[in-house]
């Protein structure tokens, strides 16, 4: 190997440790300015946290609030948007990838869907305050078409209104597109021969999806339905646009009841000058980032359990 040869490789040594070095660096400090804020965020809310505080409705006076309304709320909001958003994506998906023609008509179809994973969620919110709050006018909230008895969980009226059933479609609508091109991203990653292989057995193009290919794409699929989850569960905007209460002393009985969730009761007693509510805030933060680490161990787990069948 002669000098000429040797000086650019030496070069690119030098040059990929400088980049490992800024690579690091960079992480570093996201760990730092992170670790920062959660610390400042127990050492100012660890104190707020008790029983009563999980317990207990909203308050004005900072010492007797609590956030059981806006937790149940959460709970509730989020249950509905991952009933509605994980399915629909993944068959979404499984469409897309395993029976549309390639076409001008995916394309656009792909092209949009691509988009709307970047729209911002307060215009979602908007999309259902028009849709799913109103109905776009088509039925009077004066006179709601109803289905069911308001005694049960499952009651039901158009249009939905400010109800916990149309803050948990409006955020299907926030994570459907992510939820979509994860789903999609997992099906491209099973290989083909394993299609093939099961076409050769004589199997049909469905026996082929259910059997093989979407036990396969499953826990990759689960990682993209954790990362959905999380933008759900943080999510304010969309909920403040479609009515989300702000002040609420009661919890959902219904799908039509009205509803409160973490984020906007964070959003208000942070907007508040006195430090008390402060505090109550970041005690509420730290509830909400142990209800985020719930959510996504069950998507974990079940990641886990649909793993071991095509690992053994």
């Not at 959660?38 to 809310?45: D, H, N, P, R, T």
């Not at 001008?104 to 919110?125: E, T, W």
Request: charged share 10%.
């Amino acid at each position: 190997m002669t000098i000429g040869h040797t000086i650019p490789i030496a070069r690119r040594l030098r040059h990929d440790r400088l980049m490992l070095a800024a690579c690091l660096a960079a992480t570093t400090l996201a760990i730092a300015v992170l670790s920062a804020l959660l610390i400042s965020i127990f050492v100012q809310g660890f104190s707020s946290l008790d029983w009563h505080f999980l317990s207990s409705f909203a308050s004005r006076k900072a010492a007797n609030a609590g956030i059981l309304a806006p937790l149940m709320g959460s709970l509730w909001v989020c249950t509905i948007c991952g009933m509605v958003a994980i399915p629909v994506g993944i068959a979404t998906a499984i469409y897309l990838e395993e029976y549309a023609r390639r076409s001008r008509l995916r394309s656009l179809i792909q092209l949009n869907i691509s988009n709307l994973s970047g729209v911002p969620s307060i215009v979602y919110g908007i999309l259902a305050l028009a849709a799913f709050g109103r109905c776009f006018g088509a039925i009077s909230s004066d006179d709601p078409w109803t289905l069911g008895s308001p005694d049960s969980v499952f009651f039901v009226q158009f249009p939905f209104g400010r109800s916990v059933l149309a803050g948990g479609l409006t955020l299907a609508l926030v994570i459907l597109p992510i939820m979509i091109i994860a789903a999609q991203e997992a099906l491209r990653a099973v290989p083909v021969s394993l299609r093939q292989a099961a076409l050769a057995l004589g199997s049909t193009k469905w026996q082929v999806v259910w059997k093989v290919t979407l036990p396969s794409a499953l826990p990759t699929m689960m990682t993209g339905a954790i990362l959905s989850m999380s933008r759900a569960i943080g999510e304010a905007a969309p909920l403040l646009v479609i009515g989300g209460v702000l002040l609420l002393f009661s919890v959902p009985d219904n799908l039509m009841s009205d509803f409160t969730v973490l984020p906007l009761q964070i959003y208000n007693w942070a907007g508040r000058p006195q430090d008390d509510f402060h505090r109550i805030a970041a005690a509420a933060i730290i509830v909400q980032l142990v209800l985020l680490l719930g959510f996504n161990s069950v998507a974990i787990v079940i990641r886990q359990k649909l793993q071991r069948p095509l690992q053994s």
